[in-house]
């Protein structure tokens, strides 16, 4: 009798090998024999509510722990429904491998009517991922995994889609499958590092631009700033990488109006770990009229835009050490505390100036309440938009938002696989009233499995910033103002706690309360209470 298992126990077994502890998915009739290999695994099943909701808390557990968040959803509509949060994992370089079925090979391209049938389903997801692919023979699929992982591990950590067929799934595999070393993360050239020693060197009015490519390299950030003495600026995927406390840091000044002051007055600029994107500074670009030092495990960034002086491709870890041997210890003079503080004594409005006071006393509470090593996530809402330059973090704290694709609805599951990720760190999520609704049905995952995190809603019964972009652009307001849900009969049917402060200052108490509260916690928010 043959008992070699199926490919689909197989390819559980091997990611459970490969250090995958958690999988967020959904079983359905098309991926059943993924979950054969569930049995005698040492890998935790969360099962979501919405195919969107599996890929986002893999996002936000990949973006707390640094590993692979992995999602299991079924043929077609599991992927369609996947495919949001795979364009916010590319976007914001988050690794997430989503696993799912396909069709028979025999049918695959053929437009028979089959359940779930898209015609060529890697193709779908490809421009969201890395790579995507479809096996044809179970003794592909290890080799296929292995370069997901090489991927996440040596290269720029974009998701990754595996689309196995329905047959596929249950072929017996012919060898043992086993994981494969990544290739080693890419240092850098000596030519490039010198290059970039010689302009630090020179400069007078030194910068460095934090990007969230650069996380795994903050302690050394640090020591090359305080080598420098000069100031760091966190771009908004880096706002959490440096620690807010730093004399020396800024934090994300992005979003503001003093921004393009700090980057116009720096003669160098070293950006780590950034595309320089957009989003940064929602304009149409930075304003660099200094010299641009880069530093991108994708040397691609440099010519897409922002052509540097000096270009090095590398991990962010290995580059900045390298830097810091070839400057060596003697520490420059470059008045750099002194500018951080003239930075941010600075007066400067955000990107809502007619908002940010009413926002301003919402992240006051916040902050009273956050614990040092907090982590705020942050949904697509105006509150959130404020505390990207308004807001500083906990010393310790993270803060993961949808920075690149700008997705509504990622506050609450992200949150979901950052508590699954970090059980002993308050997190709270931030979403508007709308934004919540996108992804509501989790909450009851939350409340299942007794995650004690905290979402404060903001309720402005409006998709606000859609309306004041209608009426600054002077468009008739429709579709704006949508009939908010009762919150508290909400929470109570997906068995959360529930408040509602009927004062500012009360906020701050409702989210401490929440944070030690056993289980999950819904803290509303009204617009117009006294104090806001």
Known sequence: MDTRPTCGEALVKLLE??????????????????????????????LPRHEQGAAFMADGYARMTGK?????????????????????????????????????????????????????????????????????????????????????????????HLSVPLDLLAEQTRTDWSPRPAAPKPGPELDAIEQAATLLDQAKR???????????????????????????????????????????????????????????????????????SRNDTYNDQFVLPGKLIRIDI???????????????????????????DVLGPQVATNNGVERAAAY?????????????????????????????????VGDM?????TSIPK???????????????????????????????????????????????YTAPEMMVASELGLNIVALVWNNRALGQIRDDMVNRRIQTVGVTPEPPDFEALAKAFRWSYARPDRAENIADALKAGFAANGPTLVEVQDGIPGL
């Open 206 to 276: 030194p910068l460095i631009l934090v990007g969230g490519g650069a996380r795994g390299a903050a302690q050394q950030i640090i020591e090359l700033a305080e080598r420098l003495d000069c100031p760091t600026l966190g771009t908004v995927a880096g706002k959490d990488v440096l620690p807010s406390n730093h004399p020396l840091h800024l934090g994300c000044l992005m979003w503001s109006s003093v921004c393009d002051q700090v980057l116009s007055e720096a003669d160098v600029v070293l950006a780590i770990g950034t595309e320089l």
């Open 391 to 437: 807001f500083p973090l906990p010393p310790k704290g993270r803060f993961l938002f949808p920075a690149g694709y700008g997705t509504l609805g990622y506050g609450l599951p992200a949150a979901i696989g950052a508590k699954i990720g970090a059980p002993d760190r308050a997190v709270l999520a931030v979403a508007g009233d709308s934004g919540f609704l």
């Open 68 to 160: 692979p968040g992995v999602a299991f959803v079924i043929t077609g509509a599991g992927v369609t429904n996947a495919m949001t949060p795979l364009g916010q994992s590319f976007t914001d370089s988050v690794p997430v491998l989503l696993v799912s079925s396909d069709n028979p090979r025999e049918t695959l391209g053929k437009g028979y009517g089959c359940l779930h049938e898209v015609t060529d389903q890697s193709a779908m997801t490809r421009p969201l991922c890395a790579f995507s692919e479809t096996p044809s023979d179970p003794e592909e699929v290890p080799g296929i995994v292995a370069r997901a992982f090489d991927q996440f591990n040596s290269r720029r950590p974009r998701p990754v």
């Open 17 to 46: 090998d490969y250090g995958v502890d958690t999988v967020f998915g959904i079983p359905g009739v098309h991926n059943l024999e993924l979950y054969r290999g569930f049995a005698g695994a040492n890998i935790r099943h969360v």
């Open 298 to 324: 994708d040397a691609a960034e440099f010519d897409l835009r922002f052509r540097p002086a000096v270009g090095i491709r590398s991990d962010a870890k290995l580059a900045v050490e390298a830097l810091l």
């Open 344 to 376: 941010r004594a600075t007066p400067f409005e955000g990107f809502l100036p007619k908002l940010e006071d009413k926002h301003a006393a919402i992240l006051e509470q916040i902050g009273q309440a956050m614990p040092e090593d907090g982590v705020l």
């Open 381 to 385: 809402t105006q509150v959130i938009y």
